[in-house]
């Protein structure tokens, strides 16, 4: 079935990049997501890529696929402690209609 | 756009009870799925409509769920009766179309006793 993984924890410098990673495993995929969530607050739309391109930036952020890898990353340039949050990589795949798979989120800390 | 609404924001009860909560989606939009959200199992997806209809309800836990959504702008869920495993956040989100991006509420956090 479909599975979507991050790793559970990251900890960078204020001023640093940050870089998450997520694996997926369905091919049919169409959409990846990523989103944001604050404590104590809802997911955040942060970005999302098509299947068929290879790259999005959107100002300090940049999404990268590789569909051969089944591999996605956010790149998040520049670094500030409000970007401190869990993020997390969804998949929509070809045949679950409007279902999203979900990782497990990425805790970001950001250290002054 | 006042983005989706849900109600209450948090609920605490006791064993037994009847919860009910209460989502409106984002004006226009026409797709409202419900997730539920803990430290154990992560983010799951309950049920989803499309056009007001239940699409999918195979992540509903049991039959003390259930789903309604008697208009476009209204939803409800409840659990009948509440468990303390029932305790966890539960998110209603809206999408434009299935296939868009989907976006959600704050969430309501339950505690059940």
């Known amino acids: 079935g479909e599975d979507v993984e991050q790793s559970l924890f990251l900890s960078v410098r204020e001023g640093d990049s940050s870089v998450i990673n997520c694996t997926y495993t369905d091919s049919s995929s169409t959409y990846l997501y990523w989103y944001k969530q604050e404590p104590g607050a809802g997911l955040q739309l942060l970005t999302y890529i098509f299947s068929n391109m290879d790259m999005k930036q959107d100002q300090r952020l940049t999404v990268l696929l590789n569909k051969k890898d089944k591999h996605l990353s956010l790149r998040i340039a520049d670094t500030q402690t409000g970007d401190s949050a869990i993020y997390f990589c969804?998949?929509?795949?070809?045949?679950?209609?409007?279902?999203?798979?979900f990782g497990q989120g990425t805790e970001l800390s950001v250290k002054p | 756009d006042a983005g989706v609404i849900q109600s209450p924001r948090h609920e605490v009860t006791e064993m037994g009870q009847e919860v009910t909560l209460r989502c409106k989606p984002i004006s226009g939009h026409n797709s409202l799925f419900w997730y539920r959200q803990t430290m154990m199992r992560g983010l799951e997806l309950l049920i989803y409509f499309n056009n007001n209809v239940p699409i999918d309800d195979s992540g509903m836990p049991e039959d003390r769920f259930s789903a309604k959504m008697p208009n476009a702008s209204f939803s409800t869920l409840k659990i009948q009766p509440s468990e303390p495993r029932d305790s966890a956040v539960y998110f209603c989100a809206s999408s434009p179309g299935t296939e868009s991006a989907q976006y959600f509420g704050p969430g309501t956090r339950l505690l059940v006793l």
């Open positions: 969804a998949e929509k795949t070809g045949n679950q209609g409007g279902k999203l798979i």
